[in-house]
Protein backbone atom coordinates (compact mmCIF):
# COMPACT_ATOMS: atom_id res chain seq x y z
CA UNK A 1 0.00 0.00 0.00
CA UNK A 2 1.28 3.65 -0.89
CA UNK A 3 -0.23 6.50 0.66
CA UNK A 4 0.59 9.79 -1.77
CA UNK A 5 0.26 13.61 -0.67
CA UNK A 6 0.89 16.54 -3.06
CA UNK A 7 2.20 20.03 -2.26
CA UNK A 8 3.28 22.73 -4.22
CA UNK A 9 0.38 24.20 -6.50
CA UNK A 10 -1.24 27.80 -6.34
CA UNK A 11 -1.60 30.83 -8.42
CA UNK A 12 0.68 31.70 -11.00
CA UNK A 13 0.89 34.21 -14.39
CA UNK A 14 1.30 32.76 -17.23
CA UNK A 15 5.34 32.09 -18.02
CA UNK A 16 5.91 31.55 -14.32
CA UNK A 17 6.87 28.72 -12.60
CA UNK A 18 5.38 26.25 -10.21
CA UNK A 19 7.38 23.20 -7.91
CA UNK A 20 4.97 20.34 -6.96
CA UNK A 21 6.10 17.71 -4.80
CA UNK A 22 4.65 14.43 -3.67
CA UNK A 23 5.78 12.99 -0.42
CA UNK A 24 5.00 8.90 -0.34
CA UNK A 25 4.74 6.62 2.49
CA UNK A 26 4.79 2.92 2.38
CA UNK A 27 7.63 0.38 1.88
CA UNK A 28 9.21 -0.37 -1.00
CA UNK A 29 9.01 3.14 -2.54
CA UNK A 30 12.23 2.71 -4.78
CA UNK A 31 10.40 -0.13 -6.39
CA UNK A 32 7.61 2.12 -7.90
CA UNK A 33 7.52 3.89 -11.05
CA UNK A 34 5.69 7.54 -10.09
CA UNK A 35 3.77 9.86 -12.87
CA UNK A 36 1.72 12.96 -12.47
CA UNK A 37 -1.96 13.29 -13.88
CA UNK A 38 -4.30 16.53 -13.96
CA UNK A 39 -7.48 17.47 -14.76
CA UNK A 40 -8.93 20.43 -16.03
CA UNK A 41 -12.66 21.47 -15.51
CA UNK A 42 -14.89 19.85 -17.81
CA UNK A 43 -12.23 17.36 -18.71
CA UNK A 44 -11.04 13.91 -18.59
CA UNK A 45 -7.74 13.58 -16.25
CA UNK A 46 -4.78 13.30 -18.44
CA UNK A 47 -1.38 11.86 -18.46
CA UNK A 48 1.35 14.17 -17.69
CA UNK A 49 4.38 12.83 -16.64
CA UNK A 50 6.20 9.83 -15.27
CA UNK A 51 9.49 8.41 -14.37
CA UNK A 52 10.25 4.64 -13.57
CA UNK A 53 12.12 3.38 -10.55
CA UNK A 54 15.61 4.49 -10.54
CA UNK A 55 14.93 7.94 -12.05
CA UNK A 56 16.67 7.17 -15.15
CA UNK A 57 14.08 7.63 -17.94
CA UNK A 58 11.21 10.29 -17.79
CA UNK A 59 8.25 10.66 -19.98
CA UNK A 60 6.23 13.28 -20.86
CA UNK A 61 2.69 14.12 -22.78
CA UNK A 62 3.94 16.57 -25.77
CA UNK A 63 2.08 19.37 -24.72
CA UNK A 64 4.62 19.92 -21.76
CA UNK A 65 8.20 18.34 -23.29
CA UNK A 66 10.57 21.00 -22.86
CA UNK A 67 8.53 22.42 -20.04
CA UNK A 68 7.96 20.35 -17.26
CA UNK A 69 10.17 17.86 -15.61
CA UNK A 70 10.09 15.45 -13.30
CA UNK A 71 12.77 13.97 -10.96
CA UNK A 72 12.89 11.93 -8.00
CA UNK A 73 14.29 11.20 -4.61
CA UNK A 74 14.28 7.24 -3.69
CA UNK A 75 16.34 8.26 -0.31
CA UNK A 76 13.35 11.01 0.94
CA UNK A 77 10.27 9.38 -0.61
CA UNK A 78 9.73 12.04 -2.94
CA UNK A 79 8.79 12.92 -6.26
CA UNK A 80 8.82 16.28 -8.10
CA UNK A 81 7.50 18.18 -11.23
CA UNK A 82 8.95 21.55 -11.67
CA UNK A 83 6.77 23.18 -14.15
CA UNK A 84 8.20 26.39 -16.13
CA UNK A 85 6.69 28.56 -18.58
CA UNK A 86 3.33 27.75 -17.26
CA UNK A 87 0.61 28.97 -19.99
CA UNK A 88 -3.38 28.97 -18.93
CA UNK A 89 -4.03 25.66 -20.46
CA UNK A 90 -1.91 23.92 -17.77
CA UNK A 91 -5.05 25.27 -15.56
CA UNK A 92 -5.78 22.56 -13.77
CA UNK A 93 -5.90 19.66 -9.99
CA UNK A 94 -2.92 18.31 -10.58
CA UNK A 95 -2.25 14.03 -8.86
CA UNK A 96 0.53 12.46 -7.98
CA UNK A 97 0.35 8.57 -8.53
CA UNK A 98 2.68 5.25 -8.45
CA UNK A 99 2.21 1.74 -9.67
CA UNK A 100 4.95 -0.65 -10.08
CA UNK A 101 4.73 -0.80 -13.95
CA UNK A 102 6.06 2.27 -15.73
CA UNK A 103 3.31 1.82 -18.72
CA UNK A 104 0.58 0.94 -16.06
CA UNK A 105 1.30 4.34 -14.38
CA UNK A 106 0.89 6.41 -17.38
CA UNK A 107 -2.15 4.67 -17.94
CA UNK A 108 -4.50 3.23 -15.14
CA UNK A 109 -1.74 4.02 -11.81
CA UNK A 110 -2.87 1.70 -8.60
CA UNK A 111 -2.80 4.65 -6.29
CA UNK A 112 -3.71 8.15 -6.23
CA UNK A 113 -2.92 10.93 -4.50
CA UNK A 114 -6.13 13.48 -3.60
CA UNK A 115 -4.48 16.22 -6.36
CA UNK A 116 -3.22 19.91 -5.36
CA UNK A 117 -4.79 22.71 -7.92
CA UNK A 118 -2.47 24.87 -10.07
CA UNK A 119 -3.90 28.02 -11.43
CA UNK A 120 -2.38 29.68 -14.42
CA UNK A 121 -3.77 33.34 -14.93
CA UNK A 122 -3.54 34.52 -18.57
Known amino acids: QVQLVESGGGLVQAGGSLRLSCAAS????????MGWFRQAPGKEREFVAA????????YYVDSVKGRFTMSRDNAKNTVSLQMDSLKPEDTAVYYC???????????????WGRGTQVTVSS
Open 51 to 58: INWSGGNT
Open 97 to 111: VADLDIVEVTVTPDY
Open 26 to 33: GRFFSSYA
